[in-house]
């Protein structure tokens, strides 16, 4: 059985409150994923819902039947797809190239086409998991060329970062998380044509979103060192950290200027 340990927070120089576990228990969680991972293909097939084309929130029995559809699993399985081809050769392809092989094969396209056709894509939750998938997937030609997916685009571009707004901004630092990822996506696999309009719009709200995660980081570094139980938001930490890593590595070279990345967030910390 796997050991769990709850240690004060103080003996590790954290703030109290959290809870920690020892290596014993992190390695053998490491294991169990590694074991998941080498049947992912096996597990999750069993999710899928033909008549749907998307993946359930429980494993579906009857393939001809129709199953309530999860929006945000069937996201997560393509990511898996995605992150893991090799596992997938053969089970998952763009479309069918038999028509025998209908419902037998997990078409991609035919997954693209069912989350466009879906009006949460304009959601504020389901919104930039959406786009960041079909970015990642589908051709820049059938999501240009498709309404719902532009409009969704539009939608992530209003809700982009201010710095008018500052410490308040409109969105929690979670779902800032997640419209940065969309950006990126969007921006690296070439959805939208080179000195488009829109593409200026993606990589400007991606760099305020960087200047703004700078700030954040520094802020919640200085309240964790001055031991300020009251301001410290290790979710604003780390949600911070992660867009910070992401716009710093993943956007095109020359997006980031000297100011931007480091005087220009200086100088929010600052104010």
Same mark, same amino acid.
């Given at each position: ?8 927070? #103080? %003996? ?8 920690e576990?020892? /290596? ?8 169990r ?8 293909q096996?597990?999750?097939?069993? $999710?899928w819902?033909?008549?749907t084309?998307? $993946?359930?929130n429980?494993? #579906? +029995? ?19 797809v995605?992150?893991n081809p %090799? ?6 392809q ?11 094969t997990?078409?991609?396209?035919r997954?693209?086409? %069912?989350? +466009? ?8 939750f ?7 998938v ?5 051709? &820049?030609? +059938?999501?240009?060329?498709?309404? &719902? /997916?532009m409009?969704?685009? %539009? ?8 710095? &008018? &707004? ?7 630092? !979670?779902?800032?998380? +997640?419209?940065?990822?969309a950006?990126l ?9 080179p ?16 200047m703004?995660? $700078? ?7 200085? $309240?964790?060192?001055a031991?300020?139980?009251?301001? /410290?938001?290790? #979710?604003?930490? #780390? /949600?911070?950290l992660?867009m !910070? ?7 095109p070279?020359?997006t980031?200027?000297?100011q931007?990345?480091?005087a220009?967030?200086?100088?929010l910390?600052?104010?």
């Amino acid at each position: 059985s796997w050991t769990r340990r709850t240690t004060p927070n #103080v %003996e590790r120089g954290a703030l109290p409150g959290g809870v920690e576990h020892d /290596f014993e228990y992190l390695e053998q969680l490491n294991q169990r994923l590694e074991r998941l991972s080498g049947r992912e293909q096996e597990v999750m097939s069993a $999710f899928w819902c033909p008549p749907t084309n998307t $993946f359930a929130n429980h494993p #579906v +029995l009857n393939k001809n039947t129709k199953h309530q559809i999860s929006i945000t699993t069937t996201c997560n399985a393509l990511l898996a797809v995605l992150a893991n081809p %090799e596992n997938w050769k053969g089970s998952a392809q763009w479309e069918e190239t038999d028509e025998n092989a209908v419902g037998e094969t997990i078409s991609l396209k035919r997954i693209c086409m %069912e989350l +466009l056709s879906h009006d949460c894509i304009k959601g504020p939750f389901h919104n930039p998991a959406m786009i960041s998938v079909l970015s990642r997937i589908a051709p &820049s030609s +059938l999501l240009l060329s498709n309404k &719902s /997916f532009m409009d969704a685009l %539009e939608i992530l571009l209003q809700r982009r970062a201010r710095l &008018s &707004s500052h410490r308040w901004q409109g969105a929690s630092t !979670y779902f800032r998380c +997640l419209n940065t990822r969309a950006l990126l996506d969007v921006i690296e696999n070439g959805i939208l044509p080179p000195d488009s309009d829109l593409l200026h719009r993606a990589k400007f709200a991606a760099e305020r979103a960087h200047m703004i995660a $700078f700030d954040d980081l520094c802020r919640q570094l200085a $309240f964790r060192q001055a031991e300020d139980r009251q301001n /410290f938001d290790i #979710v604003v930490l #780390v /949600f911070s950290l992660i867009m !910070y890593v992401q716009t710093i590595s993943r956007l095109p070279a020359g997006t980031l200027d000297s100011q931007t990345s480091s005087a220009g967030s200086a100088k929010l910390v600052t104010a």
